[in-house]
């Protein structure tokens, strides 16, 4: 039995002890049962995969059972779950291969992994052949999908021929995929195979890399109070020529560089004017919270990507991340004001007497420490 691929406390704790390898039989196969009352379809399905994995084989293959024998009302919660573990959606993706809606669900979670994906792309039906087409973002960062889309026997051909065109479009051109080809001579009227691969732009990322790598060896950027001299034009000189070589990239190879790269590559594709580059960094499984703290403090970020970190819940846990996002005024004042209602005391406090952040902001925090101030005053009145 390979070792489980999720720790523990992914659960919630009074469900760790049915996972837990320690805990006796009974108890897990309990959990691997379903037998768990009050327990969210996320947690449940989450519980099940971790028991999948379980060192006694009854235990295991009573949980792959139950989870294939889930009904609809938990499953589909489960998988429209933003919380949904990526390893967990790629095991319910197989345990519910031939289950139309589940799939469909499962293509449409953002948290599925791009390998699910692709798997799934190999021998989707018609509809949920054209949800992976509609996923831009994924199709440029991760070529299986689009090899799968083009293998796949049940595929409209308006759905391929527009995945592809969309591709070439973007720059990604795999000659090895006849449809691929064909979109590219539909798109640029000229045959990709007829004429040697420009290397250039496929070497730009691995340059990238070499220099961001060489520079860090070197102890990066000079300290403060150090500006000037040879050692800060040499690299202030090899940044400009990064910044050059990220322009000529196509869409695809930044895609791609955003979600594999390191955070200087993330820091300057943040800043593209392409919303699917600045997605595919904040979507990046690199980035770091101190990545989207910086992105929740940015005014000048695209919107889509501020609205993909107010959204998930997982940054929203981070309190500086959503101190962040209510002085935001890119932030919607809906979403803004009840993230509001969250904070400590001393930092609406500071939000009363904040100028900087949106008027609304500022009057919500006034009248929250002014209602504040009555009901403590109306307090001492009774004492």
């Given at each position: 039995m390979p070792d489980r691929p999720l720790p523990l406390d992914v659960l919630p704790r009074p469900l760790q002890k049915h996972a837990d390898a320690q805990a006796p039989v009974p108890l897990r196969l309990m959990g691997a049962k379903g037998l768990v009352p009050a327990v969210a379809p996320v947690d449940l399905v989450t519980l099940l995969f971790l028991l999948s994995f379980d060192p006694d084989p009854t235990v295991a293959a009573t949980a792959a059972q139950t989870a294939a024998g889930l009904p609809d009302r938990i499953y589909g919660v489960a998988l429209r779950s933003e919380g949904a573990r990526g390893p967990v959606l790629d095991w319910l993706a197989e345990r519910f291969a031939g289950v139309e809606a589940a799939v469909e669900l499962v293509v449409l979670n953002a948290a599925t992994p791009d390998e699910t994906i692709a798997r799934i792309a190999l021998a989707a039906s018609q509809r949920v052949g054209e949800i992976i087409r509609q996923n831009e973002l994924r199709l440029l960062r991760h070529d299986a999908i689009i090899r799968g889309l083009c293998q796949n026997p049940n595929a409209l051909a308006s759905t391929v021929d527009g995945a592809c065109d969309f591709c070439v479009r973007n720059g990604l051109t795999l000659l090895d995929v006849p449809q691929l080809v064909a979109a590219h001579r539909r798109v640029h009227g000229v045959d990709p195979t007829a004429a040697p691969a420009d290397e250039t732009a496929a070497t730009l990322m691995v340059e990238f890399r070499e220099d961001l790598a060489e520079e860090r060896a070197e102890g990066g950027a000079p300290p403060?109070?150090?500006?000037?001299?040879?050692?800060?034009?040499?690299?202030?000189?090899?940044?400009?020529?990064?910044?050059?070589?990220?322009?000529?990239?196509?869409?695809?190879?930044?895609?791609?560089?955003a979600t594999l790269g390191n955070k200087e590559a993330r820091t300057l594709l943040l800043r593209d004017s392409n919303k699917l580059v600045c997605m595919a960094a904040a979507t990046s499984p690199r980035i770091t919270d101190g990545e989207i703290l910086s992105i929740a403090n940015s005014r000048t970020v695209n919107a889509d990507v501020l609205r993909y970190i107010y959204s998930n819940r997982d940054f929203t846990k981070t309190y500086g991340i959503k101190l962040s996002l209510v002085k935001n005024p890119k932030v919607p004042l809906p979403t803004a004001l009840k993230m509001l209602l969250t904070l400590q005391e001393r930092d609406i406090k500071d939000l009363a007497?904040?100028?900087?952040?949106?008027?609304?902001?500022?009057?919500?925090?006034?009248?929250?420490?002014?209602?504040?101030?009555?009901?403590?005053r109306a307090g001492m009145e009774k004492k």
């Open positions: 403060p109070g150090s500006a000037g001299g040879p050692e800060a034009e040499e690299v202030s000189r090899r940044k400009l020529t990064i910044t050059q070589r990220v322009t000529r990239m196509s869409v695809a190879e930044k895609v791609k560089l007497r904040d100028r900087n952040v949106p008027q609304t902001i500022q009057a919500q925090a006034k009248a929250f420490m002014m209602k504040k101030e009555q009901a403590s």
